[in-house]
């Protein structure tokens, strides 16, 4: 007798070698980690097994602390290079991964977690907020929610491993009223050694419901978001630099008949 099926599920990094940690994390999409099978198995096995039980995602999360803090690790979080993120690359992956959730037969997920002690260890900086002061992805999932909290997820409209991701959402009681988001699937993995150099196209869209009514990048601070760049290439195709943080172009099918 139970209600849901829920799991946990990081992005951890498989270790090659015994020297390497096995804290290690990666983006979400990355293709060669097992974050998103283990949700897609249990949905195989929900419908196979247990037909109408929701899955819920009860913990999922990425750790950034300070660099200071970073550098006072000790032990088994030293010996074995513990790597966190730095704050962009959580607010990234945080909001990346409600995207790739939503496109699966998931009812709810929840962040691990709300506030953290800057502690330079897996879990402990794992926070929206360090010591109660919002960090980037404090502002990023925020806007999250203020922006596609009415909203459902409708279809791919794009998806390519190192290229661009493209997911169409409708509002939930108006449905001419559509937001697309777009990112580059592309991020670090915290087991190198080297530099990560943030990826940047210049992606052109075509087949929008209607040209944007606005376009917004993700937001790192309080205020206002910041507003990318877009230029007009035909009756119903953009042209913008995606990075790896999303965006959100919002459009309105109403105006495209008007």
Request: hydrophobic share 35%; with cysteine.
């Amino acid at each position: 007798m139970y209600d849901v099926i829920n799991l946990h599920t990081y992005a951890a990094i498989e270790r090659k070698n015994p020297s390497e940690s096995p804290w290690n994390r990666s983006y979400p999409e990355d293709p060669a980690i097992a974050y998103l099978q283990v949700v897609d198995e249990a949905i195989a096995w929900r419908n196979a097994h247990a037909p109408g039980k929701e899955v819920w995602i009860t913990e999922f999360g990425y750790d950034a602390c300070t660099p200071e803090a970073m550098s006072r690790r000790r032990d088994w979080f030293l010996k074995l290079d513990w790597q966190g993120h730095t704050d962009l690359q959580q607010a990234q992956y945080l909001v990346r991964s409600c995207f790739v959730f939503a496109e699966r037969d998931v009812q709810r997920a929840y962040i691990y977690y709300y506030d953290d002690n800057d502690s330079p260890s897996v879990h402990g900086c794992a926070g929206l907020t360090r010591k109660f002061v919002p960090k980037m992805s404090f502002w990023a999932v925020k806007q999250l929610y203020e922006t596609l909290g009415d909203y459902r997820f409708k279809r791919i409209v794009r998806k390519s491993v190192d290229d661009l991701s493209v997911y169409e959402f409708e509002h939930g009681t108006e449905s001419n009223r559509v937001i697309w988001a777009v990112w580059s699937p592309t991020g670090a993995r915290t087991n190198e050694k080297e530099r990560h150099v943030s990826r940047e196209i210049k992606a052109n869209l075509s087949g929008l419901p209607s040209l944007p009514v606005e376009v917004a990048g993700m937001a790192t601070t309080n205020g206002a978001a910041p507003q990318p760049s877009w230029e007009k290439t035909g009756p119903a195709a953009i042209s913008l630099i995606i990075g790896e943080s999303p965006a959100y172009i919002f459009m309105d099918r109403s105006a495209s008949r008007k």
